[in-house]
């Protein structure tokens, strides 16, 4: 399972960037996470393999919204009202198994693909 993650870039604060991951082959949940500058990463959503559950960190409720098509095996991170402190590199990531529980959803342990991130900027 390989998963390409695109759609990064630069922003001005308070706009609007949409993140997409495409993954071959089969997975169950997805999320993403990011990684500022000399910090850790962090969980910041996840999304349930039949999509009637996600999760969100606090800090990006109600700005971030993920979504999945299955068709297409794909996933996005919808990303509204953009703040300096969201610029990191996101990491989409998908996990092998059924997830049970939001503990699977928001560690990394929970997943067991990633892709290779996509830098996302925002300037204030």
């Known amino acids: 399972v390989q998963l390409q993650a695109s759609g990064g870039g630069l922003v001005q604060a308070g706009g609007s960037l949409t993140l997409s991951c495409a993954i071959s082959?089969?997975?169950?949940?997805k999320g993403w996470f990011r990684q500022a500058p000399g910090k850790e990463r962090e969980f910041v959503a996840a999304?349930?393999?039949?999509?009637?559950?996600?999760y969100y960190t606090d800090s990006v409720k109600g700005r971030f919204t993920i979504s999945r098509d299955n068709a297409q095996n794909t996933v996005h991170l919808q990303m509204n009202s953009l703040k300096p402190e969201d610029t990191a590199v996101y990491y989409c990531?998908?996990?092998?198994?059924?997830?049970?529980?939001?503990?699977?959803?928001?560690?990394?342990?929970?997943?067991?693909?990633w892709g290779q991130g996509t830098l996302v900027t925002v300037s204030s």
């Open positions: 990531a998908a996990m092998s198994k059924y997830g049970s529980g939001g503990d699977y959803y928001t560690r990394e342990w929970g997943y067991d693909y």
């Open positions: 999304i349930s393999w039949s999509g009637g559950s996600t």
């Open positions: 082959g089969f997975t169950y949940g």
